[in-house]
């Protein structure tokens, strides 16, 4: 993971009364704090100057204070937080269960994101902060920046939307099926407003004309950025370098949802047989299940952090 070249590295601690706020206006330290569990930021420099948010449940009142854990690093996905691994709560969330099980846990924020909003010299409002690694050409044309940040205005548009007793909760729920696939069981909806109201936590436009051009690149692959007519300025060839799928040695498990359009099986398949080392592709046990349930579903603990959880004890 190039851009976590860590330059440094300082620790926070986090102060305030949070107990009497509600959980769609805490951030995810507080959140663990309010939980009763240990939480600490801690700021990574990149190589290109961007400030990122890193949080940590360092251990337990199940699994005290040790200095000998494993580490587990939790990345999150487009549009999401290190929100999304705690808020459903202990014993159903994976980083509570991690914390539970002795695991030092990790959570980042990708550039951009509710918590990553910082550069040494840039700011959120100037268009150069979104374009990460870029010397001509970009974004300008697009006159955006950033998509779907989460803030005041939104979390109190999803807290009147989708709040239990709302008239409008059933289209709050059918706008986010649209996007990740249709499974109304798995979602509990009392808790709809407080997920809406970290997710979308912001993304740069940039990330998502990305993922756009590999949807749309023949072959598939994972290419880095297409600057189209200008590729050869940038790379010295018509086409983008394409990531070495190859090079990554690392033990992977891939998990995945039948009824996931961002995550199809069908590309599941093809991406396990490129990576050198698949130890197994596992089909959650729910032919419904779809994008979100891997963090939000009622039944997640049963579904998928039960099987994360098994799989890190048997490759410790
Ligand atoms: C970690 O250290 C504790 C004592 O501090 C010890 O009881 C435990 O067995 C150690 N765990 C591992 C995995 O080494
Ligand atoms: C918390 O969020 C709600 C909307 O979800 C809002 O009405 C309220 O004013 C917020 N409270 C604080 C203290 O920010
Ligand atoms: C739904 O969320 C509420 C609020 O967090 C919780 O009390 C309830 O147990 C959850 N229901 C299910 C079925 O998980």
């Given at each position: 993971m190039i851009w976590l070249s860590l330059l440094t590295l300082s620790c926070l601690l986090i102060t305030g009364i949070?107990?009497?706020?509600?959980d769609e206006n805490l951030t995810t330290p507080q959140l663990i704090e309010k939980y009763g569990y240990p939480a600490e930021i801690h700021t990574v420099d990149t190589e290109d100057g961007y400030i990122l948010q890193m949080h940590r449940i360092p251990y337990s009142s199940k699994s005290p204070k040790a200095d000998n854990k494993s580490v587990v690093f939790l990345q999150h996905g487009l549009?999401?937080?290190?929100?999304d691994w705690i808020?459903?709560?202990?014993?159903?969330s994976l980083g509570y269960l991690l914390a539970d099980a002795g695991y030092d846990v990790w959570m980042g924020n990708a550039r951009g994101n509710t918590y990553s909003r910082n550069h040494l010299t840039l700011?959120?409002?100037?268009v150069k902060f979104w374009d990460?690694?870029?010397?001509?050409?970009?974004l300008e044309w697009l006159g955006?920046?950033?998509?779907f940040a989460s803030n005041a205005f939104t979390t109190w548009v999803m807290d009147l939307a989708c709040k239990?007793?709302?008239?409008?909760q059933g289209m709050c729920m059918n706008a986010m099926f649209a996007f990740?696939?249709?499974?109304?069981?798995?979602?509990?909806k009392t808790m709809l407003p407080v997920i809406l109201a970290h997710t979308p936590a912001g993304a740069s436009t940039k990330s998502v004309l990305h993922y756009a051009q590999e949807i749309s690149t023949i072959p598939h692959g994972f290419y880095q950025w297409n600057y189209y007519v200008t590729n050869f300025v940038h790379y010295g060839s018509f086409y983008p370098p394409e990531?070495?799928?190859?090079?990554?040695?690392t033990p992977i498990t891939l998990m995945y949802c039948d009824n996931d359009p961002l995550g199809d099986p069908t590309d599941v398949f093809e991406l396990s047989g490129v990576l050198?080392?698949?130890?197994e592709v596992y089909e959650v046990?729910?032919?419904?299940?779809?994008?979100?349930d891997f963090l939000w579903a009622k039944d997640v603990k049963f579904l998928v952090n039960d099987k994360v959880m098994r799989t890190l004890r048997a490759n410790k």
């Amino acid at each position: 993971m190039i851009w976590l070249s860590l330059l440094t590295l300082s620790c926070l601690l986090i102060t305030g009364i949070t107990a009497d706020l509600k959980d769609e206006n805490l951030t995810t330290p507080q959140l663990i704090e309010k939980y009763g569990y240990p939480a600490e930021i801690h700021t990574v420099d990149t190589e290109d100057g961007y400030i990122l948010q890193m949080h940590r449940i360092p251990y337990s009142s199940k699994s005290p204070k040790a200095d000998n854990k494993s580490v587990v690093f939790l990345q999150h996905g487009l549009f999401a937080s290190s929100a999304d691994w705690i808020i459903l709560g202990p014993g159903v969330s994976l980083g509570y269960l991690l914390a539970d099980a002795g695991y030092d846990v990790w959570m980042g924020n990708a550039r951009g994101n509710t918590y990553s909003r910082n550069h040494l010299t840039l700011s959120t409002s100037s268009v150069k902060f979104w374009d990460f690694r870029i010397v001509v050409g970009g974004l300008e044309w697009l006159g955006v920046g950033e998509l779907f940040a989460s803030n005041a205005f939104t979390t109190w548009v999803m807290d009147l939307a989708c709040k239990d007793g709302s008239i409008t909760q059933g289209m709050c729920m059918n706008a986010m099926f649209a996007f990740i696939g249709y499974d109304p069981v798995e979602v509990n909806k009392t808790m709809l407003p407080v997920i809406l109201a970290h997710t979308p936590a912001g993304a740069s436009t940039k990330s998502v004309l990305h993922y756009a051009q590999e949807i749309s690149t023949i072959p598939h692959g994972f290419y880095q950025w297409n600057y189209y007519v200008t590729n050869f300025v940038h790379y010295g060839s018509f086409y983008p370098p394409e990531y070495d799928l190859k090079s990554i040695g690392t033990p992977i498990t891939l998990m995945y949802c039948d009824n996931d359009p961002l995550g199809d099986p069908t590309d599941v398949f093809e991406l396990s047989g490129v990576l050198p080392n698949v130890k197994e592709v596992y089909e959650v046990a729910l032919k419904t299940c779809n994008h979100q349930d891997f963090l939000w579903a009622k039944d997640v603990k049963f579904l998928v952090n039960d099987k994360v959880m098994r799989t890190l004890r048997a490759n410790k």
